[in-house]
């Protein structure tokens, strides 16, 4: 089997309430998922604020509870799993999270640190046997023996970065998720990490679901790339440069600002904005800002379909 | 004469001095774009033109600032307060705390309106929808009733352009004004911006760290590494021939269509510190091109043959690497 | 795990090392801090250092003034003032500091549970601190004593559970606001227990706020236990408290003023400097920010 994971009709709902005595308001986060991710690659999601990106990868390591759908992980159904079966399996599936700033404790020594996730999986280390895993796993993300001893206010975002991902590595994991990790950092220091990222993937053949708001990046570095927009995947491109059949798709690509005042971009005059994830309308979620949507866009929601070359997309008129 | 210039800038922040002989200058109907990383003193600029370094204890050591013939380095607070918003306007990245949550949009846009070309009530809320119109909001008239609260961040950041536009400036300084947003927000605003330049003849700085916007927008750009200038140039000319390393790496940084997978390497190290700024050439400890010199002595910037201005012992094409 | 707990104890003592020596090296620290360890010694000492037996009465020498023999003067029993005023230091600070204590204990307990867990266990808390927050420390302490009769530990469950809901209501809003890190994420997406989380992350980095807040409690608590003694609701006679001291002393105002007067100073100087160490505390620990929180 080359799926490591599988996602089928994944879903989560979450409910809102107005004061005390207002009306409960639910909202689908993200809605009926159906997602292979494939062993040693790197799937990528992409998509703005609301498309449910981040709750699709918490949902993924069941960080949070879905409200419907299934999890299989290397044949594994993690819904069915009790909780301390799946605080065991967390040691083959991992997280490295957005803000470098918060994911370590601002208590904790960087030792203390790369050292706790033995500790919570129960994993014995002798004094000389731990100072061992520290320095390998400072080495492994570029950082010196020294900086073991520092506490994370004493360290750069981007060094931060990297301990986040030497701590979720440290326990030599299968499958890792990446919610954008790059975000709050420097372009300088971006570069860097995805340029670690890899060096990783290929040494130890890790499997990475890579999340972000950049196609740009997105289209560099992953193999195949999941668009999502308002909860729900609109186009699975197979291979990173495929043409996009989406006009969302098109339209983030569009929007991206290529580092070349050669090629510049024609001025759009597009003025949709993102609607409200609590009251969706009943067609594609998209026909409010693309250019080429008709009634049946407004009614009927596309579905995905999927071409013989594994190309999906979701449009009643695709490109 | 420029409608701004800057000549050898130096400031003074509690006795470290995070900005070190800058000069710059930026015409009517065109944008300037300052990219640096987080530390390089793109803000302080920003900061230094629009007379707000008191605000945080800072002063001007050196240098001038020339805004349409007038010496602002000199100019005292009460005629700054005239000119401030009047005639050169300033858009902050964060739209979310530029906009006072308990008034109303319309009425923060008429205030600008109402105090620097002394409209009166009726006809600052008329000109504010007609301003609100021609940025592209839809429903203006609707929207001038709404509070902050109730917009997305692309409204808000049209209504801090807005605000900006109402009192007719000629310059205006936009500090990173669309990183907050998402992505094809962010192209919206930024063409946006581009459009109102070329249709209003205004001058406009677009402070930034994103090579892609610059390669996109502006016609000329000021990089800045750690409080001094490593090269400034046409933007075409830049891209085409970066000749400070840092530049090169700058744009080396953002992949593209034609990046090879694994070849994304970044820059090594980190902008340093005020306080531990190296000596010589700042950016020698990450520089792939550093040789003797660049430690001890500080690169003068240099204004070659082909234009523009470079601060660097061995800049790109010119001659072999030393080690 | 010998690694985590090695680097764990040193980085502790060199922290506490800092954090005394930011305290102790301030004018405001060092003062309070020196009054302070000596009342302690004081108090702890008091039967050997004590000129006088504090119970034994001699009406013939009953509310003399100040002297060379009686450096504070005698009540009008006819006892050591100084003595007594020493071993009333043990009765108000073994009262407030016991009290405050178990109540920072307890209060912290509930307050990371209802926070950490929430749902009905928290809205009950919530509700019973909110409760108890309308209502003056000083009425319930005096309801408490009037319901389970007087005498010290009486005073001291008082006092308890009158300051329980400040402790409760405060760990909670820190677990509250520390929940939501990232940090407590990642731990749990390492299959960290929720006792892990609780005991290793949330508890360490909550409880600075708290301290500080029991810290200044105490001089609280002292007042209150006072009060209580001036009502003669706190420890009964013979067993010396600055309270009681202060309410023979009214009948003598006039006549025999230092009978008043210094167990009241004890009380006033000793509840200042306890503000001011705390103050010390808060500046050296750099957590006014987090205390505003709560």
């Known amino acids: 089997m080359s799926d490591l994971v599988t996602l089928r009709g994944l879903g989560k709902r979450f409910e809102s309430r107005k004061g005390l005595f207002g009306k409960a308001r639910a909202m689908m986060a993200v809605s009926d998922v159906t997602l292979d991710i494939p062993r040693g690659k790197v799937t990528g999601v992409v998509g703005e604020s609301g498309c449910g990106k981040s709750t699709l990868a918490r949902l993924v390591l069941r960080l949070l509870e879905p409200s419907a759908g299934e999890i299989q992980f290397d044949n594994v159904n993690l819904r069915a799993l009790s909780a301390p079966t799946l605080r065991r399996l967390r040691r083959r599936m991992q997280m490295v999270f957005q803000d470098p700033y918060s994911a370590i404790d601002p208590r904790y020594s960087m030792a203390d640190a790369l050292l706790e996730p033995f500790q919570i999986q129960g994993i014995k280390l002798g004094a000389a046997e731990a100072r061992a895993k520290v320095e390998s796993l400072l080495a492994m993300v570029g950082l010196g023996a020294q900086m073991a001893t520092s506490y994370p206010h004493q360290l750069s975002g981007g060094q931060r970065q990297r301990i986040g991902i030497a701590r979720a590595l440290a326990l030599e994991p299968d499958f890792l998720v990446l919610d954008e990790p790059t975000a709050s950092l420097d372009v300088s220091i971006q570069a860097q990490i995805i340029s670690l990222l890899e060096k990783l993937q290929a040494e130890l053949g890790l499997t990475y679901l890579f999340i972000s708001h950049d196609l740009g990046l997105v289209r560099y570095f992953c193999d195949r790339i999941v668009v999502m927009y308002l909860g729900r995947v609109v186009e699975i491109l197979p291979d990173p440069q495929a043409a996009p059949r989406h006009p969302y798709t098109r339209t983030l690509l569009e929007s991206n600002f290529v580092p070349d005042p050669t090629q510049r971009r024609e001025i759009r005059r597009l003025t949709g904005e993102i609607a409200s994830a609590f009251d969706l309308p009943p067609g594609c979620a998209f026909a409010a800002r693309c250019p080429n949507a008709d009634d049946l866009c407004r009614r009927v929601r596309p579905e995905l379909i999927t071409d013989p070359g594994g190309h999906a997309s979701a449009c009643h008129h695709p490109l | ?323 | 795990m010998s690694l985590i707990i090695d680097t764990q104890a040193g980085a502790g003592q060199s922290f506490r090392r800092s954090v005394a020596g930011k305290v102790l090296l301030t004018p405001k620290g060092g003062i309070s801090g020196c009054y302070l360890i000596c009342l302690v010694l004081l108090a702890l000492l008091a039967p050997w250092l004590t000129p006088y037996p504090y119970d034994v009465q001699e009406l013939s020498i009953a509310s003399q003034a100040p002297s060379l023999a009686h450096w504070l003067g005698t009540d009008e029993f006819g006892r050591d003032v100084l003595s007594r005023i020493m071993y009333g230091a043990r009765t108000s600070l073994s009262v407030s500091i016991t009290a405050i204590s178990v109540s920072v204990l307890v209060g912290m307990t509930l307050g990371a549970v209802a926070g950490y867990f929430g749902g009905m266990f928290d809205r009950f808390v919530t509700a019973a601190v909110d409760l108890s927050w309308s209502f003056p420390e000083i009425l319930i302490a005096l309801i408490l004593v009037a319901i389970i009769g007087p005498g010290l530990h009486s005073t001291m469950l008082a006092i308890g559970i009158a300051y329980l809901a400040q402790f409760t209501r405060l760990t909670r809003a820190q677990i509250l606001g520390l929940k939501n890190e990232t940090f407590i994420e990642a731990t749990r997406n390492l299959g960290a227990s929720h006792g892990h989380i609780v005991f290793r992350h949330l508890m360490p980095n909550a409880l600075a706020p708290v301290i500080i807040c029991g810290m200044l409690a105490t001089g609280d608590a002292i007042i209150l236990e006072a009060t209580l003694g001036f009502f003669g609701l706190g420890a009964q006679p013979p067993v010396p408290s600055w309270g009681a001291m202060m309410s023979s002393g009214t009948a003598q105002i006039f006549k025999a003023p230092w009978i008043i007067i210094f167990p009241g100073l004890a009380v006033a100087v000793t509840v200042i400097m306890i503000n001011l160490f705390g103050d010390a505390l808060i500046r050296a620990l750099d957590i006014r920010a987090k205390l505003r929180e709560g």
Request: charged content about 20%.
């Open chain 2, 1 to 323: 004469m420029a409608l701004l210039d800057v000549k050898n800038l130096s400031i003074d922040i509690h006795g470290i001095r995070p900005l070190d002989g800058i000069s710059f200058h930026v015409d009517k109907g065109e944008i300037l774009g300052i990219v640096g990383e987080s530390g390089s003193g793109k803000s302080l600029t920003a900061l230094s033109v629009m007379g707000l370094l008191p605000l945080i204890g800072g002063r001007i050591e050196r240098g001038t600032i020339t805004f349409d013939g007038t010496e602002l380095t000199t100019l005292p607070e009460p005629a700054f307060r005239k000119l401030r918003g009047r005639r050169i306007a300033f858009i902050t990245q964060n739209p979310m705390t530029s906009l006072d949550p308990v008034m109303r949009v319309g009425a923060q846009i008429d205030q600008v309106a109402r105090l620097h070309l002394k409209l009166d009530a009726k006809a600052a809320q008329v000109r504010s929808i007609e301003i609100m119109e021609k940025l592209r909001i839809p429903e203006a008239a609707t929207l001038y009733h709404h509070y902050p609260h109730q917009l997305s961040g692309g409204m808000k950041q049209r209504i801090v352009i807005a605000m900006a536009l109402a009192a007719d400036p000629d310059l205006i300084i936009a500090d990173e004004p669309t990183t907050a947003l998402d992505v094809t927000i962010q192209a919206q605003i930024i063409d946006l911006l581009v459009e109102l330049v070329r249709d209003r003849d205004l001058a406009l700085i677009l402070i930034t760290h994103d090579m892609g916007v610059v390669a996109q927008t502006c016609d000329r750009v000021v990089v800045l590494y750690a409080g001094r200038i490593a090269e400034s140039h046409a933007v075409q000319a830049i891209f085409a021939n970066p000749r400070h390393p840092y530049t090169k790496a700058l744009i080396r940084c953002i992949p593209r269509e034609d990046t090879v997978p694994g070849s994304l390497t970044g820059i090594p190290g980190a902008v340093p510190s005020v306080a531990h700024y190296p000596s010589g050439c700042r950016y020698h400890p990450r520089c792939a091109r550093r040789g003797p010199p660049c430690d001890g002595i500080v690169p003068a910037l240099d204004r070659p043959m082909g234009g523009g201005e470079i601060a660097c012992h061995f800049p790109e094409g010119m001659g072999n690497v030393h080690v």
